[in-house]
């Protein structure tokens, strides 16, 4: 089991070397951070000055170590637009990001479900057969299209809801929230229903057809032999055995909603990393486009690996696997 923590673990190192090399390229093959760091009116000498303050002089792979050390401790500079620290930048923006992802989460989860069993259960009914069809076209509409469509309904042409904007928030410590006030709240709801559109379809499609495949095994035949109702063995017993691929699903698209919630956040200006990001490749704000990179890049590496070492607890096959490899290389 110690082999398989330590093969999981040095996979995600190689993938953050490799990511971190290519946001080093960029880095370094993408604009001059002298020219974007000084005025025009700079001398030669000042120019030349800041070029080596910055290490720029050094070789390569001098370069390279220096920016993956620091990397590895949150280092990633100043912003050339902004001029403030790349990672206080990320910090403020990163709240924004993350209750907009957990909602749109929660919100996929608490429909995606019941929907996915509706339609598993229900099978030969028009309704499922028109979720199904709905499923279909939530799946190939892309968000920007989706959120357009929602600003169009709900703020436009009913006037419900913001079209932008994050809404009033509250400080707790370090963190900007929301949650807490009414316009928060009501801001939320759009860009959310938005992001979740796609992982609501793919939870549904994924509950439907484990719940299928669950219906015919013997256990759910012997309960209903038992005489249990119907609820009971589909909502309890069936569920409960869909549950783990629903949950492994979740953990992996918890980082596709944080790297592709930049549309969604252009969409309704929802002021979180994603909208940061596109700031900053239109003004080539490198930093911040490196340490956007290698952030998504963790949590998506992070989340992969704790995936990976749940399974391993929890089937036992993983654990054998890993033992008998351990065995044959001794």
């Known amino acids: 089991m110690l082999a398989f923590l330590i093969k999981r673990t040095a996979n995600g190192i190689l993938v953050m070397l490799a990511v971190a090399f290519l946001a080093f390229m960029i880095f370094r093959f993408f604009g001059d951070p002298v020219e974007m760091m000084v005025n025009e009116q700079a001398t030669q000498a000042e120019r030349a000055e800041l070029r080596e303050r910055l290490g720029l002089n050094d070789g390569f792979l001098v370069q390279y170590a220096r920016f993956v050390t620091n990397a590895a401790q949150g280092e ?12 206080v930048l990320i910090g403020e923006r990163f709240p924004a990001t993350f209750e907009l992802v957990i909602v749109a989460t929660v919100l996929s989860l608490l429909v995606g479900i019941p929907l996915g069993v509706v339609t598993a259960i229900h099978r030969e ?36 809801l913001p079209a932008f904007g994050r809404g009033e928030t509250v400080d707790i410590g370090w963190w900007s929230t929301g949650f807490l006030t009414p316009s928060g709240r009501m801001a939320l709801v759009l860009p959310a229903l938005s992001l979740s559109l796609f992982q609501i379809t793919l939870v549904m499609r994924l509950v439907r057809a484990e719940m299928l495949e669950t219906m015919r095994t013997d256990f759910v035949k012997f309960a209903r032999a038992r005489g249990l109702p119907a609820r009971t063995i589909h909502w309890r017993h069936a569920l409960r055995n869909c549950l783990m691929p629903v949950i492994t699903l979740t953990g992996m698209q918890i980082g596709n909603l944080i790297a592709f919630a930049l549309v969604t956040e252009t969409v309704f200006q929802w002021p979180g990393m994603g909208l940061l990001f596109i700031q900053a490749v239109t003004f080539v704000d490198i930093p911040v486009m490196a340490a956007y990179l290698m952030l998504v890049s ?26 008998a490899a351990g065995g044959a290389r001794g």
């Open 76 to 87: 990633f500079g100043i912003s050339y637009r902004n001029q403030q620290d790349v990672m």
């Open 298 to 323: 963790f949590i998506f590496v992070t989340l992969n690996t704790l995936v990976d070492v749940t399974y391993a607890f929890v089937d036992p096959r993983l654990k054998d696997d890993a033992l």
């Open 125 to 160: 009914k028009r309704a499922a057969d028109a979720l199904q069809i709905g499923s279909i076209v939530g799946v190939s509409l892309p968000s920007f299209v989706v959120g357009i469509l929602l600003i169009l309904v709900f703020s436009v042409t009913l006037g419900w």
